[in-house]
């Protein structure tokens, strides 16, 4: 064919019936009619009227090729699923004219995040050359829009959820992908490709190796051709499930930010697997509250190859959940933890989720007495990389990050998403003073915790009920006086538990069988939690706490002086001191909400986003009282405790050893208890 085509008129992987080719191309006319159109082979120029964007005059008219918006994504989605180039034709009865649907994205759609965008390669079914220059946008790679926009509620952010999409920002992406290519693999592997955020980055940051993985949803899949990367890339990404999938190959790098999907969301077979694959990777299994994206890491360990580095983005569960400790210290034997990195509040990856990250970085070497810990305070992944490939000195902090090398039992030994303790705090943790237990849990509020209008309205006799704290909100000062439940009552806020035992339901007043037989009609005797109790209305029972712990919350975890005689719900944990001594209670009170008490919170507690904490009554119980706060309150260190303190753990000890230890330490406490309680 020797006319002059517009260049874009026929490109490789032609799609329409072979015999209908044959006879244009065969039997071309002379010219097709649609040459002589206005216009037609005009190049493009800058336009007043479009605002100096190229165009045509307005008079031009030419062949038109037209993708609905809502079809982009179902295209996109089929050419990246079967890897067949998509073409899109407008056919005259003398000329076709085509367009590949990857360059049709490149002009409608710019790029929406700040990796350089390759135009499609020929069997992606672009033009058949690959771009010189990638299109970059300008400025620092965090002032540049995110890909993703997260909804803050609602169906949408439900959704995100449910299949743990959140997706990589691309300053830390690229950070992670620095460290992770260091040292030029041939092929790096995330299990959890998503829209290919850590590929775009790889390759922004030089790597031209292979990449493969896996993504359960297309539909993520398909939007890779926004960060550049050609469906021809991803030949070896598997749309398909990363945790039943058998891996038969080494691999020699690993780079992940894996679906954070809690437990609950988890079927029971799929619990089944998890539990046969931590068997399998660290000889125990983990507790039944850890989530999916804890085995996404323990998989990709088994498969990672000598040498192999791997990178994840994880939150910080991952290292402060029950079964955290023993499992890291089977992995810290096994594989050599390169570095963690924690973020302040400025550079969080997801400002608006409720989750602490952090980066592991590991690799399959034998292990170093070591690792590199960052705070990183600003996103910043070229300052990230310097801090983390820095041959010496110990600190190397920056305006963007804070560096520090940490002794591998003792990060161990506080957490890996922790700071250091201070060395010069030691304590005794709160259990020599006090036994922790988690508030009331109803399983139905609405029906167990009523006003003291309900209870009038309903004509139910008040001894049958407790007074309660529903809500943190209730209470935000630290001690609770009686005159507090007035203000409540007036308030309309609900401070009456229904506190019923065994009793059968016909020797109570007539009132209050027929309320539960209201409830009844309302199903609640086959709710999960109340379903187990026999009769389904008989409450959870606890005395009275002479201090409450309000234990979630950003910087508002306080321990409240219960003078009201109230019980809690779940929003806060009992606190009942050993020695109930009225005296004696308010010193350890006064010593609970001791800032330096506090501060220590930080070691036992779960982290969430925004410096959120959350504290289980296990975890309260181990609380610091530094020493110098309890002389300030003049409380007597108990004697017992002075015993046990002689057997803690060194912090050099080994796991064998520091296993055994704390096994001993662990009785050694109950024995604390059972002794006082008695
Ligand atoms: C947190 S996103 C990360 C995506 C991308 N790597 C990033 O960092 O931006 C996790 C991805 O894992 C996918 N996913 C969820 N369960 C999966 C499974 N069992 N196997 C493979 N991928 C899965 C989700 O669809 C989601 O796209």
């Not at 996103?379 to 490939?389: K, S, Y």
């Not at 209730?474 to 065994?502: E, I, M």
């Not at 209201?518 to 005797?525: K, S």
């Amino acid at each position: 064919m020797n006319r002059s085509w517009p260049s874009h008129a026929f490109e490789s992987g032609l799609t329409v019936p072979a015999e209908w080719l044959d006879d244009v191309l065969l039997n071309p006319p002379l010219l097709p009619w649609s040459e002589f159109w206005p216009h037609f082979s005009t190049p493009l120029k800058p336009q007043r009227r479009l605002g100096g964007l190229p165009g045509l005059p307005k008079n031009a008219v030419l062949p038109t090729i037209i993708i609905k918006e809502e079809d982009r994504k179902l295209l996109a989605g089929w050419q990246t699923k079967r890897r067949i180039p998509i073409h899109i034709w407008h056919v005259f009865y003398d000329a076709a004219y085509g367009l590949s649907f990857d360059r049709a994205e490149e002009w409608t759609h710019p790029p929406v995040c700040d990796l350089p965008r390759r135009q499609a390669c020929p069997s992606s079914g672009g033009t058949g050359r690959v771009a010189q220059s990638p299109i970059r946008t300008q400025g620092p790679p965090m002032s540049k829009p995110a890909l993703q926009s997260i909804p803050s509620s609602g169906p949408a952010r439900e959704a995100l959820r449910q299949k743990g999409q959140f997706w990589t920002p691309a300053w830390l992406a690229r950070a992670m992908a620095s460290w992770v290519v260091k040292e030029h693999p041939p092929l790096i592997f995330d299990p959890a490709v998503g829209p290919g955020t850590f590929f775009a980055a790889a390759r922004e940051v030089g790597f031209r190796g292979g990449v493969a993985g896996f993504e359960l949803d297309e539909s993520a899949l398909a939007d890779s051709y926004k960060l550049g990367l050609a469906s021809s890339e991803l030949a070896q990404v598997v749309v398909g499930d990363f945790i039943g999938s058998k891996i038969t190959f080494g691999l020699p790098a690993v780079i992940s930010n894996p679906p954070y999907i809690r437990h609950h969301r988890l079927s029971d077979t799929r619990k089944n697997e998890l539990r046969a694959l931590a068997l399998q990777c660290l000889g125990f299994p983990l507790d039944g509250r850890v989530g999916l994206h804890f085995y996404f890491l323990l998989k990709c360990l088994e498969h990672l190859a000598p040498d192999g580095r791997l990178a994840f983005l994880v939150p910080a569960d991952v290292c402060e959940g029950v079964s955290s400790a023993a499992a890291w210290r089977r992995l810290s034997e096994r594989f050599r933890i390169e570095a963690v990195l924690t973020f302040g509040e400025a550079a969080a990856p997801f400002p608006n989720v409720d989750t602490n990250a952090l980066v592991l970085l590991l690799s399959r070497r034998s292990p170093a007495n070591r690792v590199r810990w960052l705070r990183v305070l600003k996103p910043d992944p070229d300052a990230i990389l310097a801090a983390l490939t820095r041959e010496s000195g110990n600190a190397a902090t920056t305006g963007s990050v804070e560096a520090q090398w940490r002794a591998l039992e003792e990060l161990l030994g506080t957490g890996m998403s922790r700071p250091p303790r201070p060395s010069s705090s030691p304590g005794v943790p709160l259990s020599g003073f006090a036994r922790v237990v988690r508030g009331i849990a109803t399983g139905a509020n609405e029906f167990f915790f009523l006003t003291r209008a309900q209870v009038r309205e309903l004509g139910l006799d008040e001894r049958y009920f407790q007074r309660a704290l529903g809500r943190t909100r209730d209470c935000t000062a630290d001690t609770l006086p009686v005159a507090h439940l007035d203000q409540l009552d007036h308030a309309a806020r609900p401070t009456w538990l229904l506190r019923l035992g065994k009793e059968p339901k016909d020797v109570l007043p007539v009132a209050m069988q027929a309320y539960l037989e209201q409830g009844e009609r309302m199903g609640l005797p086959e709710r999960p939690l109340i379903k187990t109790r026999r009769p389904w209305y008989r409450m959870e029972q606890r005395t009275a706490p002479p201090l409450l712990f309000a234990y979630l919350g950003r910087r508002d975890c306080r321990f409240i002086l219960n003078r009201a005689g109230v019980v809690p719900l779940t929003c806060f944990l009992c606190v009942y001191p050993w020695d109930d001594d009225r005296g004696k209670v308010e010193r350890l009170w006064r010593a609970l909400n001791h800032p330096d008490t506090l501060a220590n919170l930080v070691f036992v507690a779960k982290s969430y986003g925004g410096g959120a904490l959350k504290v289980e009554p296990r975890q309260l119980e181990m609380l610091e009282i530094p020493l110098h706060v309890l002389r300030e309150a003049r409380l007597e260190t108990p004697q017992a405790w002075t015993q046990l303190a002689l057997l803690e753990t060194p912090a050099h000890r080994s796991p064998t050893e520091s296993k055994q230890a704390s096994a001993s330490t662990d009785r050694d406490r109950s024995l604390i208890r059972s002794r006082s309680h008695r």
